[in-house]
């Protein structure tokens, strides 16, 4: 139960075992992949050119500022949670200049305080932004947020690795430019490739680039053409892209996906809260992932093993400024189970009140009133 990677369906997995060709010569593996990449674009709502990238979700990230960044450019980095600061050391490495707009960790992004931001300095190659950002659980409106970013000539790359599938996000009413998910997260398939929608405008300013792009796994003009050119610039891992294809048909099976996860979320948040438990937002709220501020008298590591040693349940802690302040706890995917959320929820309550932490309520039992 943790924020990712999630549990992985059978039919995902037994998809995966399967024999498969060599995917650097056969055509019908390049008829598969673009396939699935239009599958990909199909469950995003979107005719943007989608491409699956051999690495975990952070390549994607990556990538997008490996093939957009040159030596000088300024670019804007949306920090409001752990991931989209993070975003400044990757225009960094690849010669850019990050320009951070922060605010609170504790609420989306005020797009009308953006807005008067860039009413003052506008002078950006592209923007940063993360949908879900998972340490804190934050939500942006990066529909919004990019539409923005379009009127002031700025590009926009958007991380939602952990908000995608779970959460609504129409691309085709966005002027996102380059998308970036996971395959660990709300797809529920195994940890270790990346999706990334490119538009024409994201490739025309790669192609106009005065210098090369400093990368070769991170180029993503070097995927671009991958069909016509019947070519990929490395072996592309076959059985794990067999399993995501399971996967995407999975999610395009479930009607009730999006609907499911956020009352599921709703529940959890309800049931904490009227346990007398904390949550880390003050708003924004995500369907893949509840934040949940550590209460005085435990610490994290304590949480974490006691339920795992005793309960077999993992949830996350977390890292960086939120260190030892929150737990997390994942319901996207496969594990946007009832059951599931409400062991969890039962197996935190018992840790806690045996460190003496009262509770208002039976959480288990509140979550799934609220179900």
């Known amino acids: 139960m943790t924020a990712g990677p999630t549990q992985v369906r059978e039919n995902v997995r037994l998809e995966r075992s399967k024999e498969f060709t060599n995917p650097d010569i056969d055509p019908k593996f390049f008829d598969f992949y673009k396939e699935t990449c239009e599958l990909l674009s199909k469950a995003m709502h979107t005719d943007t050119k989608a491409f699956i990238l051999g690495g975990e979700g952070i390549l994607g990230l990556e990538a997008a500022c490996a093939s957009l960044t040159e030596e000088g450019d300024r670019v804007l980095v949306i920090d409001n949670g752990i991931f989209g600061k993070g975003f400044a050391d990757f225009v960094s490495i690849y010669g850019g200049e990050p320009v951070l707009f922060s605010s609170d960790y504790r609420n989306p992004v005020n797009i009308d305080e953006l807005r008067d931001f860039l009413s003052k300095d506008s002078d950006f190659k592209y923007a940063t932004v ?10 942006n409106d990066v529909e919004g947020i990019s539409k ?10 958007c991380d939602s690795v952990a908000g995608m599938f779970g959460e609504p996000l129409d691309v085709s009413n966005s002027k996102i430019d380059i998308l970036c998910g ?3 997260k709300a797809l529920s398939a195994p940890p270790g490739l990346t999706m990334v929608w490119v538009s024409d405008r994201a490739f025309e300013a790669m192609q106009n680039r005065k210098t090369p792009i400093r990368a070769f796994y991170a180029n993503l003009l070097f995927i671009k053409d991958y069909y016509e050119n019947q070519w990929f610039p490395y072996t592309m891992p076959a059985s794990d892209i067999m399993g995501l294809r399971i996967a995407i048909d999975n999610y395009l ?11 599921l979320a709703r529940a959890t948040r309800n049931a904490v809260e009227k346990a007398g438990l904390k949550l880390y937002l003050e708003s924004g709220y995500s369907n ?8 005085e008298g435990i610490t994290e590591d304590e949480i974490l093993s006691r339920l795992r040693d005793e309960f077999g349940i993992l949830i996350s802690g977390c890292f960086d400024v939120l260190k030892g302040k929150v737990i997390r706890i994942g319901h996207m995917g496969e594990n946007a189970n009832k059951e599931d959320i409400a062991q969890t929820l039962a197996g935190l309550q018992k840790i806690l009140e045996s460190h003496g932490i009262k509770l208002a309520c039976e959480m288990k039992g509140e ?5």
């Open 253 to 263: 099976e479930d009607a009730d996906f999006q609907n499911r996860h956020k009352q």
């Open 367 to 371: 979550f799934l009133l609220s179900c």
């Open 130 to 139: 993360v949908h879900c950002d998972t340490p804190s659980g934050v939500m």
């Open 148 to 157: 923005l970013f379009d009127e002031f000539g700025i590009l926009t790359v």
């Open 182 to 184: 996971g395959s660990q």
């Open 288 to 295: 893949n992932v509840t934040v949940i501020e550590i209460p």
